[in-house]
């Protein structure tokens, strides 16, 4: 497929107008309807109805395809440029909030960064398409175990650091006074979902036999003080690395005891690091 004409059908079906989508891509109108016909007869299936725009049943389908490929040939543009681009002198990370410990924060050079906060799953599409250099994800494992990645490019991983968990409470919880808490124990408590805030509930479920763990409040944002102010107000618990979960005013942090997991950070790239995004790797993981 020509991926031109892919990218004309993804605007249209995203826009649902063929004449908004020929504004966004800076086409007119019409080349936009010739696009759509070309990839209509090369796939020999309609992809989309005209009144209203909507995809039909094989488009649906088609872009299901349509994301991944797209990201892919954009990863592989941007891993070529990077091959061919002198070394930067600053640097562009993509991080999620939790990745943001002391540790991390500590290396970051005094000058030339940019920090970009991102929610986890968009990560390693920021680091495959150029948009960043280097990338910190983070999640919830078993003690060494390596986090998993979607699979966007060729990505590089490194461990960076890992840390024990706590359960985030109101302080007025009655397990607030618990020295240590099982996760399966609390499969029915009301849980805050913040996937780019906080660690994801899918990853508890897993814990639990994919059980349990409903969310009483989503927050779709990726500021961490935010989920804290929520679990202090009592929507619901959160559950967060031992570090970003200690000192929240009006709330307790209580570790948890079992399942034997730990929040584990990893540094992501795409091609070998230069310049400055080398030496802020190599100080992220010790040289390793």
């Known amino acids: 497929m020509d991926p031109h004409l892919l990218r004309t059908y993804v605007t249209v079906a995203r826009l649902a107008s063929f004449s908004e989508a020929a504004r966004e891509l800076g086409y007119t109108q019409s080349a936009v309807s010739q696009h759509i016909a070309a990839l209509e007869q090369d796939l020999g299936a309609p992809l989309l109805t005209r009144r209203p725009v909507a995809p039909t049943a094989a488009g649906e389908r088609l872009l299901e395809h349509a994301g991944p490929l797209l990201l892919r040939l954009d990863a592989a543009r941007a891993d070529v440029a990077r091959m061919a681009a002198a070394p930067q002198q600053g640097l562009t990370l993509a991080a999620a909030p939790t990745a943001l410990g002391p540790g991390v924060l500590a290396a970051l050079p005094p000058a030339g960064t940019t920090l970009r906060v991102l929610a986890r799953d968009e990560i390693p599409a920021a680091v495959a398409t150029g948009a960043a250099e280097?990338?910190?994800?983070?999640?919830?494992?078993?003690?060494?175990?390596?986090?998993?990645?979607?699979?966007?490019?060729?990505?590089?991983?490194?461990?960076?650091?890992?840390?024990?968990?706590?359960?985030?409470?109101?302080?007025?919880h009655p397990l607030a006074r618990r020295p240590a808490l099982r996760l399966g124990d609390l499969a029915d408590a009301r849980w805050l979902d913040a996937p780019g805030a906080g660690l994801p509930l899918d990853r508890l479920r897993a814990t639990d036999g994919g059980r349990g763990f409903r969310p009483s409040l989503r927050y779709d944002g990726?500021?961490?003080?935010?989920?804290?102010?929520?679990?202090?107000a009592g929507h619901g618990l959160a559950l967060l690395p031992a570090s970003a979960a200690a000192g929240v005013p009006g709330t307790v942090a209580v570790p948890v005891a079992e399942p034997r997991v730990v929040h584990r950070v990893e540094l992501v790239y795409a091609s070998v690091p230069r310049g400055a995004a080398a030496a802020l790797a190599d100080t992220l993981t010790g040289g390793s």
Do not use: F, W, Y
């Open 222 to 232: 990726t500021d961490l003080r935010t989920l804290t102010a929520l679990a202090a």
């Open 134 to 172: 280097l990338g910190l994800v983070d999640g919830l494992a078993a003690p060494s175990d390596p986090l998993p990645l979607p699979d966007v490019a060729p990505l590089t991983t490194r461990g960076v650091t890992e840390e024990p968990v706590s359960v985030l409470l109101p302080a007025g």
